[in-house]
């Protein structure tokens, strides 16, 4: 079965940085385009940027490019968002996401984890 399990979110302050990580199991991980998407508070949830299987063909959403850097170590088989400069707008659930496996609409999605910028 396959799994994806978030981690690194949490409390920071405003100008901190996180970075988060995305494990995945079940399936051959290198093989797959991996996403990371956000929902804040009240919002739908949105892109944040993608990367293909082998660490290339990478793409952010607008406004995510700088501030936010998407990789992948394919070795340990986890995929991770470096976030800098973290601002309040910022405040959101993050899901890893493969597009490619699943039985939901859009692929399978982790659960979630929890990213408040607050001071």
């Known amino acids: 079965q396959v799994h994806l399990v978030e981690s690194g979110g949490g409390l920071v302050q405003p100008g901190g940085s996180l970075r988060l990580s995305c494990t995945g199991s079940?399936?051959?991980?290198?093989?797959?385009?991996m996403a990371w998407h956000r929902q804040r508070p009240g919002q739908k949830r949105e892109l944040v940027a993608n990367?293909?299987?082998?660490?290339?063909?990478?793409n952010y959403a607008y406004g995510m490019a700088g501030r936010f850097t998407i990789s992948r170590d394919n070795d340990k088989e986890i995929l991770y968002l470096q976030m800098h400069n973290l601002e309040p707008d910022d405040t959101a659930v993050y899901f890893c996401n493969v597009p490619d496996l699943g039985y939901e609409r859009g692929g399978l999605w982790g659960q979630g984890t929890q990213v408040t910028v607050s001071s």
């Open positions: 990367i293909g299987g082998a660490g290339g063909a990478i």
């Open positions: 079940g399936f051959v991980f290198d093989h797959y385009r």
